[in-house]
């Protein structure tokens, strides 16, 4: 692969993380990520995976270490497997590290070829370990399905941190008992609030829970100190003494993270956004179709030319969404 310069933006943060958008679509509606009545992007305008696959190369080419592929939720795409094979024999090889976030529904299926194709450790977003309410979250979600997903991929030989969106009024009494359960089960929990993309069905202020007051619950039941682990991502992380595990704290608005923002994301119709809290984004799918690398190359440095320094995120009520698009368009 030919080489560029590396990659950063306007505010001299070097951009060392691409998170891939493989589809928007996937097999649950949670309630605060989309609306229950979806529609989806045509399959005619979506990137083909060998597309994918370019584009991802050019910006391991040009420094990025870290790639995550995201979806919608990524195992519905059919052949999805191969961009991993593809893109896993980068590993070691410039990229430093190719990881995955599921929903956890189809992991029992892809576990061991996700092993085999390069993935070592997976985010599992599981918001509840009660079969009801996880249901009510997702709208129709199996927890068994999950539940066996997460041993499969276990007994695989991947590293499974769980991904939690802390949900006023929903999930807040579980928080505790699932880190528990994860640090017992050898399993880093990371907890998320709640952000404000895409019309949902419900005001986002009624489920807002700042995670100030989760870590404040916490700390009088476990004891947490700061842990230096750095994934790649947003996160901050603390030490559970109790039980060996970490605790990763991602806080869009109690906690702005962006004056270190690292990240970029593609989207499956070859979007890139360089902020997931902004509209702003530059076509690489006209650039890679009409001009190769050199116009791919050009389109990239556009966008981070304009990266903007921080989101803007809010969940006052009645404040309606920061942007138009959902969560599962740009990828979690």
């Not at 979806?38 to 990137?47: A, H, I, V, Y």
């Not at 497997?81 to 980068?90: E, F, K, P, S, Y």
């Not at 430093?96 to 599992?124: F, K, S």
Request: charged share 25%; with cysteine; net charge neutral.
């Amino acid at each position: 692969m030919a080489t560029a310069p590396a990659l950063i933006d306007r505010h001299g943060r070097t951009i060392r993380y691409l998170r891939v958008s493989v589809t928007d679509r996937c097999d649950l509606r949670c309630r605060y990520c989309m609306a229950e009545k979806m529609t989806f992007l045509p399959r005619s305008e979506l990137l083909a995976l060998e597309e994918i696959a370019l584009i991802a190369e050019r910006f391991i080419a040009r420094g990025v270490a870290k790639i995550r592929l995201t979806g919608g939720e990524p195992l519905v795409r059919r052949d999805a497997i191969d961009l991993v094979r593809r893109l896993g024999r980068h590993v070691g090889s410039g990229l430093e590290e190719l990881t995955l976030t599921t929903n956890g529904m189809r992991l029992a299926e892809y576990a061991g070829p996700l092993v085999q194709a390069g993935i070592r450790r997976i985010n599992v977003s599981l918001d509840s370990r009660d079969p009801e309410t996880f249901r009510h979250i997702t709208r129709h979600g199996d927890l068994q399905q999950v539940l066996d997903g997460i041993a499969a991929a276990r007994t695989a030989g991947l590293s499974v941190k769980i991904n939690m969106v802390a949900l006023k009024g929903l999930n807040e009494a579980e928080v505790a008992p699932m880190l528990a359960w994860t640090g017992a089960s050898g399993m880093d929990l990371t907890l998320i609030e709640t952000m404000p993309l895409g019309t949902i069905d419900e005001d986002r202020a009624d489920r807002f829970l700042p995670l100030t007051e989760v870590f404040d619950d916490l700390s009088r039941r476990f004891t947490l100190s700061p842990d230096p682990h750095r994934s790649g991502g947003p996160a901050r992380y603390w030490q559970v003494a109790e039980t060996g595990a970490r605790l990763g704290l991602i806080s869009p608005l109690t906690g702005n993270f962006c004056e270190s923002c690292n990240r970029v994301r593609l989207t499956t119709e070859g979007k890139l956004f360089t902020c997931l809290g902004h509209e702003d984004h530059v076509d690489l799918k006209t650039a890679i179709r009409e001009g190769g690398l050199t116009a791919l190359d050009a389109a990239i440095d556009e966008a981070l030319a304009a990266k903007p320094a921080r989101h803007d995120f809010s969940v006052a009520r009645g404040a309606g969404p920061a942007v138009g698009r959902y969560m599962s368009v740009t990828g979690g």
